[in-house]
């Protein structure tokens, strides 16, 4: 059991680095849902189900969920945006070439 | 589309498993084809405009940030801004790391949280509030007030988030893409596939179920695990995804506004009057005149079940009005 236990800190300590390293705004919301889910097993192991309850409704939907809208008001996730990240990925790649 | 509802579920599955062109897939390519009939050329001609200025908008923007990445920094201080970043960020995780250290373990003996207070609310709790459920007894009647004020908390900041998304007839006179998106239908699904087979068939198996489980863990607060504020939680998500599926239209029957603002202050002075009352007879020693009942029944320990239903009808309206005010500017 406590083999289990350090094997979610350490899934844990692993998706706080993810998060921050990720340039992606998406990929780093997906990320912070599945630290939640973690989290809520964490919560149970530690004999506290009320707060492993609240932590998957509000951790992994309402929060995650509040970020996806609020990506998607400034245009973070949509597909021009996806079009205009490969011309840029390509652009720096022959701009590199030339340089 | 009728035909299609006659494959029965070995049928999918044989075709599924042959590699055949999937059901739900054929489904949503016909749902596809279909909706441009529907879609009126005026708002196709709306939805092109809106594309071409955003465009324009976002280009400017462009040029603007090259400009402004064209300046010229000198190398060193750019270094210097890296260093200094670095190190109060060392600086930090070093200082919170040693403060973790100083911690007492895990239920350790001269941990300064085991006093007094817990053992009371262990030994004595389920004979004071009633509730089986310890965690719920504490939040509920020990804390009822940190309790409303949590839900008070939630009210306002929706309050607040309408107060700067909402957008109503006020609105239109300030800004013209208000009064647009205003004027138009389906403008909240303008960047999303619509009829998604797969999200509307999970909503429609999850939907009920989600509610189900949100008044089961709102009703047995004081006996299980979870509570109004878990339980209010689970109804608005399942609430945000029947809205997700299936559009607004089903939803704004029943809950607009004005219901979300009776509603909520109905619940908030509920709790508000409840909790004064209980304040007021224990604080003077008074009899409350509320049974507790028997500990374990469903309509038992007092007031909490009246409280844990005002902060699950607070929670899930809170929750689906976010979502709506977020996603589009109305609830």
């Not at chain 2, 004064?276 to 008074?286: D, E, K, Q, R, V």
Request: negative net charge; contains cysteine; aromatic residues 10%.
């Amino acid at each position: 059991m406590t083999g289990i236990i350090q094997l979610m800190m350490l899934f844990l300590i692993g998706c706080a680095i993810a998060v921050s390293l990720t340039r992606d705004l998406l990929t780093s919301i997906i990320i912070y849902m599945c630290f939640s889910m973690v989290m809520c097993l964490v919560w149970i192991t530690l004999e506290s189900p009320d707060l492993a309850i609240t932590e998957a409704a509000v951790g992994t939907a309402i929060t995650s969920l509040l970020y996806f809208l609020t990506l998607k008001k400034i245009h973070a996730i949509d597909a021009r945006n996806e079009m205009r990240k490969k011309d840029t990925a390509t652009k720096e790649k022959d701009g590199g070439a030339a340089r | 589309m009728s035909e299609q509802k006659k494959h029965s579920a070995g049928e999918r599955f044989r075709r599924w498993l042959n590699q055949d062109t999937d059901i739900l897939e054929q489904q949503m390519i016909a749902a596809q084809m279909k909706a441009p009939a529907e879609v009126d050329p005026e708002e196709v001609e709306w939805r092109r405009q809106r594309l071409e200025e955003e465009a324009q908008e976002e280009q400017a923007v462009a040029r603007r940030l090259e400009a402004f990445n064209e300046q010229k920094v000198p190398e060193t201080s750019r270094f210097l801004y890296c260093c200094i970043c670095v190190c109060i960020c060392l600086a930090m995780i070093g200082m919170l790391l040693y403060t973790v250290t100083m911690l007492p373990k895990f239920a350790a003996e001269w941990d300064p949280t085991i006093n007094e207070v817990p053992q009371r609310y262990i030994e004595k709790g389920l004979q004071e509030t009633g509730a089986v459920n310890i965690v719920t007894g504490m939040i509920l009647d020990y804390r009822a007030f940190d309790t409303l004020g949590e839900s008070t908390v939630l009210f306002s900041a929706v309050m607040v988030v309408l107060l700067l998304l909402r957008m109503d007839a006020e609105s239109d006179k300030y800004s013209t893409l208000a009064a647009a998106m205003r004027s138009m239908p389906h403008t909240d699904t303008f960047y999303e596939p619509k009829h998604d087979t797969i999200l509307q068939h999970t909503a429609k198996i999850l939907f009920p179920i989600a509610v189900l489980l949100g008044i089961y863990v709102v009703l047995n607060g004081h006996l299980s695990p979870g509570g109004g504020f878990s339980g209010g939680a689970i109804i608005g998500a399942g609430l945000v995804l029947h809205v997700t599926a299936f559009g607004f239209q089903d939803i704004r029957r029943f809950f607009t506004y004005k219901t979300y603002q009776r509603i909520v202050s109905a619940a908030l002075l509920t709790y508000a009057v409840s909790k004064t009352y209980s304040f007021y007879t224990g604080a003077n020693h008074l009899e409350s005149g509320i049974p507790l009942g028997t500990p374990g029944a469903i309509l038992s320990s007092g007031l909490i079940l009246v409280l844990n239903i005002c902060v699950g009808f607070i929670v899930a309206c809170t929750v689906y009005v976010l979502y709506a005010v977020f996603r589009k500017g109305e609830v």
